[in-house]
């Protein structure tokens, strides 16, 4: 996912505009405000889905974790500022979603697909999970990732990296079953804890979104 945020990012290149200053905005700065100004009017523009806007916020998060307060406070202001530029008809949001559309699919749903299928093929799955989910009922939701996931392979989607598709999805179930392991390990470093919980609570809200839109 990484990947295809560092490409589309690359693609739209420097479409938000900077006054000269002294003291530049930050290049990490001003590629979270974009993705943080995406996700919001994206969603309020109907230009994108929820499920969207929430694995870019997902992604942003994560590269965020290590700023210092300084830069969190430059991000604060810069994001009021982006936003009061930017309208429903802006051309840097609408070019960015529409060259991005294809990889939401292919690229950024998956892992978060077999991510879920896997935390409700445990007998009980870890309590942040099903705490978010607050379903009852898993077999629709695994119908439908089932699904897309056969649809993805059959349309000649690559999975991200190039792998073939089994071997995808076997490393990424490998990966979940290694968060509910750290999540359980007490002795585990409370930093892994932590990203092993931030991974399963993330999945289990964006699936949640993406099944909404699937009826299920």
């Not at 994206?42 to 870019?56: I, K, N, T, Y």
Request: aromatic fraction near 10%.
């Amino acid at each position: 996912m990484r990947r295809f945020l560092i490409l589309a990012l690359g693609c739209w290149g420097l479409s938000f505009s900077y006054p000269a200053m002294a003291d530049p905005v930050p290049g990490p700065v001003r590629s979270a405000v974009f993705l943080e100004a995406v996700a919001t009017r994206g969603v309020e523009c109907d230009l994108m889905r929820p499920w969207q806007a929430s694995a870019l916020r997902a992604q942003n998060l994560k590269d965020m974790e290590r700023w210092s307060p300084e830069r969190r406070l430059i991000f604060a202001d810069e994001i009021e500022r982006a936003l009061s530029e930017r309208s429903c008809d802006d051309e840097g949001i609408g070019v960015w979603i529409n060259g991005a559309s294809r990889g939401f699919d292919s690229e950024i749903l998956p892992p978060y697909l077999i991510v879920y299928r896997t935390l409700v093929s445990y007998e009980t799955p870890p309590a942040i999970f099903s705490s978010t989910t607050a379903r009852l009922r898993y077999g629709p939701a695994v119908e439908a990732i089932n699904q897309k996931l056969s649809a993805l392979e059959a349309s000649g989607a690559k999975a991200e990296g190039g792998k073939p598709w089994p071997e995808y999805i076997e490393r990424i179930e490998t990966a979940a079953r290694g968060f509910v392991s750290t999540l359980a390990n007490e002795d585990a470093p409370l930093a892994e804890r932590d990203e092993a919980a931030v991974w399963i609570a993330q999945t289990a809200h964006i699936v949640e979104l993406w099944l909404l839109d699937e009826g299920k």
